[in-house]
Every structure is written in structure tokens, then in C-alpha cells.
């Protein structure tokens, strides 16, 4: 662990170091904390949609007749709940056009409203992830944009030094690796959390489809058992 002493060293170096290593490590950390408040955010909204998930299909699979679910999902509809959103816009189509039209134009109209609702959760899905996606990718070259400018100013000081010595050249040298080190603090996080969301939005979205296709082939059955 790091020394109170080496602390008050790194936060005096960034008290004095040249305006743009401070802009670029001001810059840095307002991107890390960013990033972090979306990572909690995704956080919690991935173990939210797991759970929701999970609940609806128990309720969904209990053999419960649809129309009964659709009505008492209608007076109390949960909008954060992907796949009772999928049910319910599903089964709106279904009811509006199956006295109307034939049965494979109603499954059609089912399924062009099963696609776009999944299209509005992938959304949801993958809100914030080109921000971390950003960050984990650029910050590090933000990072060493300045350490590169920290080194320049210290070999210019070190050029109008009649004597150069260690003690002279280490703080000039010290200021700007911090912002390397700050570049990579924003980066690393950034980048796991973006492979760790994109993953579990995979499988989300694909447990959400995979449910559109079971749904959308009972009321195929429907349909057509009430035609005959």
C-alpha cells in the first residue's frame, strides 16, 4: 500500500504540474468516475432484467390462460420488464388482427411487433457500452499525450540547467508518467466492464428472442386451430 507520504508527493506533482497535464489528468478522472457511475448503473440493470425475467417466465409457463395474464398485465404493466414488454405488444397484435385478417397475416403483424419491441430492448441493452467502449480505448492515449508533453517541458527546463542531476529531472519526469497511470486507472475498468456487459447483453437478448420464438409459435398454433 502507498505511503501517506508518497501521496501527498503524487498530489503535489499534480498541483504543479504544467495546465495541460493538469487538464489532461482532470479530463481522465472525469471519465473514470463516468465511467464507473454507468458501470454500477449496467450493474444493476442487468441483475434487474435477469430477475425479471426469470419471474415472468414462471408466471408465463404456469399454464395460466394468455388472455388472463394480457388483462392483469395490462392494469399493472411493468415497462422495465423486457419480456412481459414482448407479451404484451405481442399479444396486442395478435388480439387487434386476428378477427380481421387471415392467419398468416396476423403472424406476420405479431412478429413485425415482437421485432420491433426487441429492437427497442436491445437498445436498453446496450445504452452506455460505446461511452465505456470510448473510454477504454482512447484514454490510454489521452494518458500518454501527457506524459508525452510532461517529458518535453522537463528535457526543456533540463536544457537551461547549467548541472543536471536526478533531483532535478525525477519531479519533471514523476509528473508526467502520472498521467499514464491515471490513463490506465480509466482505461482498464472501462474495458472490462465493456467484454463483461457485452457478453451478459448477448445472453439477455438472446433469452429474449429465443422467448419471442416460443410465443410467437403458440399463437401460430392459435391462429390456425381457430380458423379450421
Same mark, same amino acid.
Given at each position: 500500500?502507498?505511503s501517506?507520504?508518497?501521496?501527498? !508527493?503524487?498530489?503535489?506533482l499534480?498541483?504543479?504540474?504544467?495546465?495541460?497535464?493538469?487538464?489532461?489528468?482532470?479530463?481522465?478522472?472525469?471519465?473514470?468516475?463516468? =465511467?464507473?457511475?454507468?458501470?454500477? =448503473?449496467?450493474?444493476?440493470?442487468?441483475?434487474?432484467?435477469?430477475?425479471?425475467?426469470?419471474? #415472468?417466465?414462471?408466471?408465463?409457463?404456469?399454464? &395460466?390462460?394468455?388472455?388472463?395474464?394480457?388483462?392483469?398485465?395490462?392494469?399493472?404493466? !411493468?415497462?422495465?420488464?423486457?419480456?412481459?414488454?414482448l407479451?404484451?405488444?405481442?399479444?396486442?397484435? /395478435?388480439?387487434?388482427?386476428?378477427?380481421?385478417?387471415?392467419?398468416?397475416?396476423?403472424?406476420? %403483424?405479431?412478429?413485425?411487433?415482437?421485432?420491433?419491441?426487441?429492437?427497442?430492448e436491445?437498445?436498453?441493452?446496450?445504452?452506455?457500452?460505446?461511452?465505456?467502449?470510448?473510454v %477504454?480505448?482512447?484514454?490510454?492515449?489521452?494518458?500518454?499525450?501527457?506524459?508525452?508533453?510532461?517529458?518535453?517541458?522537463?528535457?526543456?527546463g533540463?536544457?537551461?540547467?547549467?548541472q543536471?542531476?536526478?533531483?532535478?529531472?525525477?519531479?519533471?519526469?514523476?509528473?508526467?508518467?502520472?498521467?499514464?497511470?491515471? &490513463?490506465?486507472?480509466?482505461?482498464?475498468?472501462?474495458?472490462?466492464a /465493456?467484454?463483461? #456487459? =457485452?457478453?451478459?447483453?448477448?445472453?439477455?437478448l438472446?433469452? /429474449?428472442?429465443? #422467448?419471442a420464438?416460443? #410465443? =410467437?409459435?403458440?399463437?401460430?398454433?392459435?391462429?390456425?386451430?381457430?380458423?379450421?
Amino acid at each position: 500500500m502507498m505511503s501517506p507520504q508518497a501521496q501527498t !508527493d503524487i498530489l503535489q506533482l499534480m498541483l504543479h504540474a504544467s495546465t495541460i497535464v493538469q487538464a489532461v489528468i482532470v479530463l481522465l478522472l472525469a471519465t473514470s468516475l463516468a =465511467s464507473w457511475s454507468i458501470i454500477f =448503473s449496467r450493474i444493476s440493470f442487468l441483475r434487474r432484467s435477469e430477475r425479471k425475467s426469470a419471474a #415472468f417466465e414462471n408466471e408465463f409457463w404456469s399454464g &395460466g390462460h394468455l388472455n388472463q395474464l394480457y388483462n392483469q398485465l395490462q392494469r399493472n404493466p !411493468d415497462l422495465d420488464a423486457a419480456e412481459e414488454n414482448l407479451f404484451r405488444e405481442g399479444f396486442k397484435e /395478435y388480439t387487434r388482427l386476428r378477427e380481421q385478417l387471415d392467419p398468416d397475416a396476423v403472424m406476420q %403483424g405479431v412478429q413485425r411487433s415482437l421485432r420491433v419491441t426487441l429492437m427497442r430492448e436491445q437498445e436498453r441493452i446496450e445504452a452506455h457500452l460505446p461511452f465505456l467502449a470510448s473510454v %477504454g480505448s482512447t484514454s490510454t492515449y489521452v494518458g500518454l499525450f501527457g506524459t508525452v508533453w510532461g517529458i518535453m517541458n522537463a528535457f526543456i527546463g533540463l536544457a537551461q540547467m547549467h548541472q543536471a542531476t536526478l533531483a532535478t529531472v525525477a519531479p519533471g519526469i514523476a509528473e508526467a508518467l502520472i498521467t499514464t497511470a491515471v &490513463g490506465l486507472f480509466a482505461a482498464i475498468p472501462a474495458v472490462l466492464a /465493456y467484454n463483461r #456487459f =457485452s457478453a451478459s447483453g448477448s445472453r439477455l437478448l438472446t433469452r /429474449y428472442e429465443t #422467448f419471442a420464438d416460443e #410465443f =410467437s409459435g403458440i399463437l401460430h398454433r392459435q391462429v390456425h386451430a381457430g380458423r379450421r
